[in-house]
């Protein structure tokens, strides 16, 4: 079905060399099996000497790192490029295309008598197969539900973070180029390049994951590659619930604040959850509303069937052809937007989304990095004054405390759980000062045997908030003033006993 192909051009995903003739004779090569007993062995050494914990994230001959299983790969891979025709491969269906690859990778290992098991000969067919068509050694990491990033250190250290807490695996790539061409495939699927020349880039992967790349000669020691994996199952209040991440009463507030288009910010560190938060909250949006969402990269996954997805383009070689964040902000003012999602306010941005907030785009929402509701409403001032506007300060808080009702800080805690610290509302202006008031907080109590940290999300004694009357118009008052109260009388039961 294939023709002949005798070379193979850098920019093929997976590979990042010409393809050399086959060599007549197959290289020695030990049995797999010994090769797993010795990265085993290794492994065993490295616990036994005090290192870091090494995660097998693998089948044990794809994370073997001895270099004769290497030779043995490339080999057989070299062999493969030299006798398909890649031009034709990317016409076929993914399926059909991963068949055609295991059919001549099996044919090269029988030509050249390497002795393998069954389950042997799999693990080197999958690994082929994931460096033609995947993203080569990450693809067991991608594959997996529970990791929630993956941070490639170079070619040959890759961590992951599994239930907040971050260990090193044993993924190692071939070298720094076949890295690259990693990187240059991810980022390639959404138009964007990775090089000397435009050393730094941000991209996503098909499910929405979100991808950091800075290359050589920013990064010292060869490429390094973040991923922020999204689960596949959607997170719901219900489940951060569950996961204590917000209480039963806290979890109703948050739901009457997206139902009755309040206008929220979320707050918190990095990776303290704030886009899957901020996904939960438009889980609450009315399907019938026009929703436009502005982002770096996209990775909200609203569920409304009227959504409107923005995302801003970096410039080209000539340095031109930018549109930054305020251009689709402005653009989507003329959309006749309902609402205007943001997935993180990082810059002069800031002040068209109050003004959106503030002129009739009520229930917008936006994400930024701060570590409490104060110092959030600070630094969306901060932005706003190194956006270049000669506002007083006094004029800046005053949009402020008009345009946000409320906002949500989110805590990644030391033993890696993630909590909704604040729910606190804007209340106005006394002289120069923003006056805010909490609704719910989080207070750690202590730690458990086990090292995870105890704490408990109590009501503030707030019976009323100041958003009850635009609960009150879409008939959610009840609910609101219900959830407020039964929060107080576990509060007082709880101070009682």
């Known amino acids: 079905m294939f023709g002949k192909r005798t070379s193979f051009g850098g920019n093929t995903p997976g590979v990042g060399e010409a393809a050399r ?47 004769e299983y290497f030779q043995t790969k490339s080999a057989i891979f070299n062999a493969l490029i030299d006798s398909i025709d890649l031009s034709q491969l990317a016409t076929m269906e993914m399926d059909a295309a991963r068949e055609e690859i295991r059919d001549i990778v099996a044919e090269n290992i029988a030509l050249k008598s390497i002795i393998m098991s069954i389950s042997e000969q799999e693990d080197l067919l999958e690994d082929i197969c994931n460096d033609v068509l995947g993203y ?62 435009s050393p ?22 060869g490429a390094a590659l973040t991923i922020r994996k999204f689960k596949k199952d959607k997170l719901t209040l219900q489940q951060l619930v569950k996961y204590n991440s917000i209480s039963p009463e806290g979890a109703e507030v948050l739901r009457i604040l997206g139902r009755v288009r309040a206008n929220v910010l979320i707050s918190g560190g990095t990776g303290s959850g704030k886009t899957t938060l901020l996904n939960c909250l438009t889980a609450f949006i009315e399907k019938d509303e026009r929703v436009i969402t502005c982002e770096d990269s996209a990775e909200l996954q609203l569920q409304q069937p009227h959504v409107v997805r923005l995302e801003t383009r970096p410039p080209n ?64 001032e901060s932005m706003i004054t190194m956006g270049g506007y000669s506002l007083p300060s006094r004029t800046i808080r005053e949009m402020i ?83 407020l109260e039964k929060s107080n009388t576990e509060q007082r039961e709880l101070l009682d006993s």
């Open 317 to 380: 070689l000539e340095g031109e052809g930018e549109i930054t964040m305020r251009d689709l902000i402005k653009n989507c003012l003329r959309m006749r937007p309902e609402r205007i999602i943001v997935g993180e306010v990082r810059g002069p941005e800031s002040f068209d989304l109050l003004q959106a907030m503030n002129t009739g785009h009520d229930g917008s929402m936006g994400t930024l990095h701060a570590n409490s509701p104060r110092e959030a409403l600070s630094r969306l």
């Open 21 to 67: 003739p086959v060599p007549s004779a197959a290289p020695r090569v030990e049995s797999p099996a010994a090769i797993r007993r010795a990265a085993e062995a290794e492994a065993m050494a490295a616990r036994m000497r005090g290192s870091e914990e090494i995660v097998d994230v693998r089948a044990p001959v794809e994370a073997a790192r001895d270099k």
């Open 200 to 221: 730094i880039c941000d991209a996503r992967l098909p499910d929405g994951s979100r991808v950091n790349v800075i290359a050589p000669p920013l990064a010292i020691d």
């Open 401 to 483: 405390t008009s345009s946000i009702d409320v906002v949500v800080q989110a805590a990644r805690l030391r033993d890696g759980s993630r909590r909704i610290t604040h729910i606190t509302e804007i209340l106005g202006m006394e002289s120069d000062v923003i006056v805010t008031q909490d609704i719910f907080l989080y207070d750690i109590i202590g730690e458990d045997s086990s090292g995870m940290l105890v704490g408990r999300h109590r009501s503030t004694g707030i019976t009323k908030p100041q958003f009850a009357e635009r609960a009150r118009y879409f008939n959610e008052e009840a609910n609101l003033i219900e959830a």
């Open 136 to 197: 080569g050694p990450l693809e067991p990491l991608l594959a997996r539900d529970d990791i929630a990033d993956i941070m490639v250190n170079g070619s040959q250290r890759c961590y992951i973070e599994v239930a907040g807490k971050v260990k090193l695996t044993n993924v190692r790539f071939r070298d720094d180029a076949h890295l690259m061409n990693v990187c240059q495939r991810i980022v390639s699927q959404v138009g964007r390049r990775v090089d000397e020349s």
